[in-house]
């Protein structure tokens, strides 16, 4: 009896250490880096959040929007955002601006430095999702609204400040953005007559 469950227990410990090589992540087997663990996306209730309506027959901002605030922005299209989970990383969707980080690509400067006067630290915002929720650095991909109801992510492209990017699956708004960097261009506005 006790050589059976000697050759039993041995049994379960070689299944166990085969199942957790078989499902780890080929990246732990070759010794790199692990992936940066991507969060969950934490759907706040209705009532987790009281909103603020907008004043009656307007809509600042589409149904279904979650209210946070600004933390920092730290360039042209990436910030951290207080939402009702926590602080968040926030990659705006849609848009790309240029670089801050040294050498510093043209323009990249101003468009984090336009970002900031729009969207001031512990203001309020408002933002949803799109298809996919989080690019490959675990940033929450996200479409923001000023609380007066800029939507902030083609007022950048229409000034100038970044261009337009499809990155799939995360396309509701494509048509307006990529209309909104044709307008720029066209009257050479922020870095469109600057680069």
């Known amino acids: 009896m006790r050589r059976f469950t000697l050759v039993l227990a041995i049994a379960i410990v070689a299944f166990a250490a085969y199942w957790a090589i078989t499902t780890m992540d080929s990246s732990m087997l070759l010794g790199d880096d692990p992936p940066t663990a991507v969060p969950e996306v934490v759907r706040p209730s209705a009532t987790a959040v009281p909103s603020e309506p907008p004043p009656p027959g307007e809509v600042l901002w ?7 605030a600004i933390n920092h922005v730290i360039d042209g299209d990436s910030l951290w955002v207080q939402a009702v989970s926590g602080e ?4 705006l969707i849609g848009i790309n601006a240029p ?18 006067d729009m969207l001031p630290e512990d203001s309020t915002v408002w933002y949803v999702y799109d298809e996919d929720p989080f690019d490959p650095y675990g940033r929450h991909l996200l479409y923001l609204w000023s609380a007066d109801g800029t939507f902030i992510n083609l007022e950048l492209v229409e000034r100038g400040y970044a261009e337009a990017n499809y990155y799939r699956p995360n396309g509701r708004y494509q048509s307006e953005l990529e209309a909104a960097e044709r307008r720029a261009v066209a009257a050479n506005r922020g870095q469109w007559g600057q680069c």
């Open 62 to 68: 589409p149904a279904g929007a979650e209210r946070g």
């Open 88 to 91: 968040i990383e926030v990659r």
């Open 99 to 116: 670089e801050t980080r040294p050498p510093a690509q043209c323009y990249g400067n101003a468009a984090r430095d336009a970002l900031r």
